[in-house]
């Protein structure tokens, strides 16, 4: 008998440390309890630079679920992330190309996350197309995101972009006044992996350069540009 | 009397019953416990609105890519979207009754059967009766998405079973993206453009005589992006001193012994077109082009004779060129 009192001891301590661990959300009309944790430590801290919220001695975590019921047990990392995009404009205007002579025009992203970072990507609907709907000017080439190339003024031809400011950009972009370029990509393709927390509004500039040969169709060209952010898992 | 140790046999039988239940209770729960893809994220082909003015986000493919958790083959996956996370509704607009299974990596090659039956609230099923395990990093995409038409931030929860249809849930969590206006429509203008240059802008024949003709070069260039090219006309005096002439030819070819002046292209570059023969003034596109040029060189060879009965003396002429853009 004395074993069995011990073994329910045993079990009542083991499953009560188990219970006092689960996380859980609970919202009513006018209250809202966020993924609560009954854990060993945890809780939200901050520096300048950096935000953490922390759940440690957690034994059990997951996600269970019936026909009226969803639970989330478990660390804080389960929390899903927010995230927006928003350029500074819709429409760039690139000032008149005179063969041999470039031209450049900006755009700029805001992102805001809470996440742990983010990736931007960028794609081209296709190359810039002249009003006749038929003539084209191409991108640069050599030149990718991979491996962007040094502009060489008069010798490089065709639509490319560079990120000239953001928060840890790679080193792949160059830096004023040797930025590198590279042709915007048919697929959506990642330019720039913005790592670590802001918790703040962040801002990467896109400068789009253009020049043309000397046989390039005169007129107006225009293309789409799309951008996307994705939070970093 | 409310003791329980007055009856052993309850002592013994109560706990007994309450640790069961206890443990049912706690196993119960750790066997609903789903565990989570990590890492995860939904990259969308268009993130914009379907309703944006430009590039509007019809069509789109959502890719999830994640590692999940469970070794057990998952023969059914569900995407539910929502605007709010823990709330099976459609972003405002978000349409799936159009979902197609797209591809995927990192779950054996199989095609997927999608079922849109639960469109109505964005649920879209997509099952495979053999199934793959998704225990390792994996990638699957949905097309044939209408986006939402409010921007803002919007989640897809995602659950894995072991079964086309009901079954065991093997692995469940939700992914946020964003739905933004994206798209920048870029807009450049080229320059119409000429440029036209000769070599040198005095040429000289030297000294005359009724032998032979006398012949100077001078060379020019020609560049444009007209799209119908360019053409180059010629007007000028003969050769004069004072009241002296030479004549500008007039057959075609300045011959010896004759006092006649022209000129000559004779190199006619590029893909250009050149008036041919020995020429007077004035010369209406005596070099014509009917496409853009990076840039021609021409030669102009100038040509002279005389007879024995032209004034001696120094002769001067002057042929301007006029290069005229065809866009």
């Known amino acids: 008998m004395t074993k069995l009192f011990k073994l329910i001891a045993i079990l009542v301590l083991t499953i009560g440390s188990a219970a006092g661990a689960q996380a859980f959300s609970m919202s009513s009309t006018n209250y809202k309890v966020d993924d609560g944790t009954l854990n060993s430590f945890g809780g939200a801290a901050s520096s300048t630079n950096y935000g953490l919220t922390s759940s440690g001695g957690e034994p059990f975590i997951g996600a269970g679920s019936s026909t009226n019921y969803k639970f989330n047990a478990g660390y804080v ?9 928003t350029l500074d404009t819709l429409a760039v205007t690139i000032p008149a190309v005179t063969p041999g002579t470039s031209q450049t025009a900006t755009s700029t992203t805001t992102v805001y996350t809470d996440a742990a970072g983010y990736l931007l990507a960028v794609r081209e609907d296709k190359d810039l197309t002249h009003t006749d709907g038929l003539t084209t000017i191409p991108a640069i080439s050599p030149g990718t995101i991979t491996t962007p190339v040094l502009w060489t003024e008069g010798t490089t031809k065709g639509f490319s972009f560079t990120l000239t400011a953001g928060t840890g950009l790679d080193p792949k972009w160059g830096s004023t006044p040797n930025f590198k370029y590279a042709a915007f990509p048919a697929d959506s393709t990642t330019a720039h992996d913005k790592a670590g927390y802001s918790n703040s509004n962040n801002t990467t500039t896109i400068q789009y350069r253009l020049d043309v040969s000397a046989t390039q169709k005169p007129g107006t060209y225009r293309n789409n540009v799309t951008y996307s952010a994705t939070v970093k898992p | ?11 013994l039988h109560r706990p007994a019953t309450l640790a069961l239940a206890l443990l049912f209770v706690f196993g119960s729960m750790f066997q609903t416990a789903n565990a989570a893809f990590s890492p995860k994220k939904m990259t969308l082909s268009n993130q914009n609105r379907s309703n944006a003015a430009n590039n509007p986000g019809t069509g789109v493919q959502y890719t999830l890519s994640a590692t999940g958790a469970s070794a057990t083959a998952v023969k059914r996956f569900e995407f539910q979207w929502q605007a709010a996370q823990g709330t099976d509704a459609c972003p405002t607009g978000h349409v799936t009754s159009s979902a197609a299974f797209g591809t995927t990596t990192g779950l054996g090659g199989l095609t997927w059967t999608v079922d849109n039956a639960g469109s109505a609230t ?19 995409r949905i097309d044939g998405i209408t986006n939402t038409t409010a921007n803002g931030t919007d989640f897809v929860k995602v659950t894995t079973y072991d079964a086309t249809t009901a079954g065991t849930q093997l692995d469940q969590d ?16 080229v320059n119409e453009t000429l440029t036209f240059s000769l070599a040198t802008t005095s040429v000289a024949l030297g000294v005359l005589s009724t032998g032979s003709v006398s012949t100077g070069t001078g060379n020019m260039s020609v560049a444009t992006n007209a799209a119908s090219g360019y053409e180059v006309n010629a007007a000028g005096s003969t050769l004069t001193k004072g009241s002296d002439t030479i004549a500008f030819v007039a057959d075609g070819t300045v011959t010896a012994g004759s006092p006649e ?3 000559a292209v004779s190199t006619c570059g590029g893909g250009a077109t050149c008036t041919s023969g020995d020429l007077g003034m004035p010369q209406s596109a005596l070099i014509s082009r009917a496409n853009t040029s990076a840039g021609d060189t021409h030669t102009i060879t100038y040509k002279a004779s005389i007879n024995s009965a032209s004034a001696a003396g120094a002769y001067t002429s002057n042929i301007s060129y006029v290069a005229v853009g065809k866009f």
């Open chain 2, 174 to 189: 939700t992914v946020a993206y964003v739905i933004a206006d994206s798209t920048v429509q870029v807009t450049a203008t």
């Open chain 1, 77 to 85: 990392a389960q929390l899903e992330h927010s995230i927006s995009l």
């Open chain 2, 1 to 11: 009397m409310g003791n329980p140790f007055h009856k052993p046999a309850s002592r």
């Open chain 2, 122 to 140: 964005c649920l879209v099923k997509f099952t495979n009766v053999t199934g793959n395990a998704a225990n390792g990093a994996f990638t699957f």
């Open chain 2, 261 to 263: 002046y022209g000129l």
